[in-house]
């Protein structure tokens, strides 16, 4: 069993930043690759952004890509998520999730790929 909790959601304007954070509980966080997704009101949960077990393989959407970076820390069992240059339209529940390790596809893109999630974390982007 995996318990993430996120935080540092907030309010911001278009053009700033964010730092999610989810600390992760439970088994050995090194053996799951981790995943952001986001979920906007009346949309389906969506990939933003992902991390193999030991931080070597970054992968992300096309719609965050070269704003948003996605890291992580094994020794304090933490993900993060940089968010830089925010939209009105990167407004959304923010989950961080966690994949069991996969020694052939290192990050994962499928919400079905993932077996534990946070709760999320609320992101707003004003105009």
């Known amino acids: 069993q995996v318990q993430l909790v996120e935080s540092w959601g907030g309010l911001v304007q278009a053009g700033g930043s964010l730092r999610l954070s989810c600390a992760a509980s439970?088994?050995?966080?090194?053996?799951?690759?981790m995943g952001w997704f986001r979920q906007a009101p009346g949309k389906e949960r969506e990939f933003v952004a992902a991390?193999?077990?030991?931080?070597?393989?970054?992968y992300y959407s096309d719609s965050v890509k070269g704003r948003f970076t996605i890291s992580r820390d094994n020794v304090k069992n933490t993900v993060y998520l940089q968010m830089n240059s925010l939209k009105p339209e990167d407004t959304a529940v923010y989950y961080c999730?966690?994949?069991?390790?996969?020694?052939?596809?290192?990050?994962?893109?499928?919400?079905?790929?993932?077996?534990?999630w946070g709760q999320g974390t609320q992101v707003t982007v004003s105009s």
């Open positions: 991390i193999s077990c030991n931080g070597g393989t970054t």
């Open positions: 439970g088994r050995t966080f090194s053996s799951y690759a």
């Open positions: 999730a966690a994949a069991p390790r996969d020694t052939i596809v290192v990050v994962k893109t499928l919400v079905d790929d993932y077996d534990y």
